[in-house]
């Protein structure tokens, strides 16, 4: 067979959407939406672009190639294409993104009801990642269980918690915060960083593209229009739970003014709104999205360091659950605080990478642009994430005079004069010669 059923496509694009739903994309909209105030529609448009835009950009980019990282950064050369994917998959994994959503999905549903403390993490993590890995055991089922079974419930709770904040806001707009004044859109495209979706597509690509071939479908061009419509639908379905958890950030200004993170905020509006049956939803819902979302990032490590080393995928994902629950109990502040400086000097490498490889038949001899332009950015990206760390003292001062320094971006002027030089150079020097 080399076609899906409709319902087998709407199962794969539920998939993609519960694999990208995960612990950021639930408690960094209502924090953008709360400090947006009424300019909350310029922050939410500069998070769509980083946080639904950027990860179909990159499922496609994927799809194009036929589904792997590999393929992607082939014009970097192996040893650093190979170093990129492993930073990638690391971060993503069991460093930051998968212990992200068991700390989370235990903040937001269980310590609001039980209690928020370190043995109770600790018994809730063992069990979180004991289902975790679990599912992640077994690839080949993942779409029927991720897709046609855990997605639908997830699915009807946010409908439920997406039609409160539409139709019960909890009050008006309410004020603007000092950052988000001068350049709420600005803000917003880099908060949507923190959801981590555009790293986590270079990864889930393998494993959408691996469901696409678990059921039957072989032929390369339908494995990438299957990869690209599960996009869409994943799309779809981001902006519109975005959407809704915006205003529900934007309109808590009465009942969570004073409110620190996401969590915060989600907790205090389910519980003005619905009261203890809003908790119980809630902590569904948070438990469900993250959870769906850590079997993928599993998946993804077991499938690309399998690939790559010389270790069996069942003793990746393994030790990436082991991992990530040690990880895991260092506590929900400690994690965005290690990851966030990552993140900033990572996300210029991948949209680069992702945007030079949608545009490659601009390009004469691929990696003449690829080299160039990625060694700029990574040294622009480092120097990012240094700053966003605090570690100033090793950032050459005239950076921050750079152009958009100030919103994290000082690395684009360089990039795009970088690609230039790039461009006029691959076309004086023709395509490569092919000998026989």
Wanted: charged share 5%; with cysteine.
């Amino acid at each position: 067979m080399n076609h899906l059923r409709t319902v087998d496509v709407l199962g794969l694009g539920f998939m993609t959407f519960a694999l990208f739903l995960g612990a950021g994309n639930i408690i960094f909209p209502p924090s953008v939406g709360l400090a947006a105030g009424e300019a909350v529609w310029s922050a939410a448009l500069g998070f769509l672009l980083t946080g639904v835009g950027l990860p179909l950009l990159t499922v496609v980019a994927l799809a194009r190639v036929g589904g792997g990282m590999a393929q992607l950064t082939a014009p970097l050369g192996r040893r650093a294409g190979l170093l990129f994917a492993v930073t990638v998959y690391l971060a993503i994994g069991p460093l930051f993104a998968t212990p992200r959503t068991a700390v989370v999905s235990f903040e937001m549903g269980i310590a609001p009801l039980l209690g928020n403390t370190g043995p109770l993490l600790a018994l809730y993590t063992l069990a979180y990642f004991a289902l975790v890995l679990f599912l992640a055991l077994n690839p080949g089922r993942l779409l029927e269980r991720v897709g046609k079974l855990i997605t639908p419930v997830l699915i009807v709770g946010l409908l439920v918690l997406g039609g409160a904040a539409i139709f019960a806001p909890a009050g008006e707009l309410g004020a603007t915060a000092a950052d988000y004044q001068a350049a709420p859109l600005m803000q917003g495209f880099l908060q949507g960083y923190l959801t981590m979706d555009t790293l986590g597509a270079l990864v889930f690509g393998i494993v959408i593209a691996t469901a696409i071939r678990d059921h039957g479908v072989n032929m390369a061009h339908r494995v990438t229009r299957y990869s690209i419509l599960a996009a869409l639908i994943a799309a779809i379905g981001l902006a519109l739970v975005y959407l809704a958890l915006f205003r529900l950030g934007a309109t808590s200004h009465g009942i969570a003014g004073e409110a620190q993170n996401g969590v915060q905020i989600l907790t205090a509006y389910v519980q003005h709104t619905f009261g203890t049956p809003g908790s119980l939803l809630l902590a569904l819902v948070i438990t469900l999205a993250c959870l769906t979302t850590a079997v993928g990032l599993v998946t993804a490590c077991g499938e690309f360091f399998s690939s790559q080393f010389p270790v069996s995928y069942r003793m990746v994902v393994i030790l990436v659950s082991l991992f990530s629950l040690l990880v895991a109990n260092l506590g929900l502040t400690q994690l965005i605080g290690f990851s966030v400086p990552v993140l900033v000097g990572l996300y210029p490498l991948a949209i680069v990478l992702v945007l030079l490889s949608l545009a490659d038949h601009l390009w004469l001899h691929a990696p003449r642009v690829f080299r160039p332009v990625l060694a700029v950015t990574l040294v622009f990206g480092v120097f990012a994430g240094l700053a966003t760390a605090g570690l100033t003292a090793l950032v050459p001062a005239w950076l921050e005079h750079l152009p958009l320094a100030e919103h994290s971006l000082g690395w684009l002027l360089p990039v795009v004069v970088t690609l230039l030089m790039a461009v006029v150079y691959d076309r004086l020097r023709g395509r490569p010669q092919v000998f026989a």
